[in-house]
Nanobody
Framework: VQLQASGGGLVQAGDSLRLSCAASGRTMVGYTMAWFRQAPGKEREFVAGMQWRGGIPLHADSVKGRFTMSRDIAKNMAYLQMNSPKPEDTAVYYC??????????????????WGQGTQVTVSS
């Protein structure tokens, strides 16, 4: 499985941004996909995750109500819609995939496949 994240950039607080994650190598059916982020000097943290087959996202409390994860099965792509971002959302955002489809893992070690990351900078 290869993952390619894109869509990052500089955005003002309160604007919107959509990140994309293209998965290649195989269909993601049977996998769990997630978004993580890592700010300078901080641990990589869970943002959102979704069991590919079920399609119901789980979001971290810090982004709930502002960010929404979705997927397009036909395109084999996952998305993270970021509405009303805040300066504290500034980080490198990574998409990740796991063969564990029975639950949505919330820690880095749950995921074996990672994209290269895309930088999101939110200015105040």
């Amino acid at each position: 499985v290869q993952l390619q994240a894109s869509g990052g950039g500089l955005v003002q607080a309160g604007d919107s941004l959509r990140l994309s994650c293209a998965a290649s190598g195989r269909t993601m059916v049977g996998y769990t996909m997630a978004w993580f982020r890592q700010a300078p000097g901080k641990e990589r943290e869970f943002v959102a995750g979704m069991q590919w087959r079920g399609g119901i996202p789980l979001h971290a409390d810090s982004v709930k109500g502002r960010f929404t994860m979705s997927r397009d099965i036909a395109k084999n792509m996952a998305y993270l819609q970021m509405n009303s971002p805040k300066p504290e959302d500034t980080a490198v955002y990574y998409c990740a995939a796991s063969r564990i489809s029975s639950r949505i893992g919330r820690v880095r070690g749950d995921y074996a496949y990672w994209g290269q990351g895309t930088q999101v900078t939110v200015s105040s």
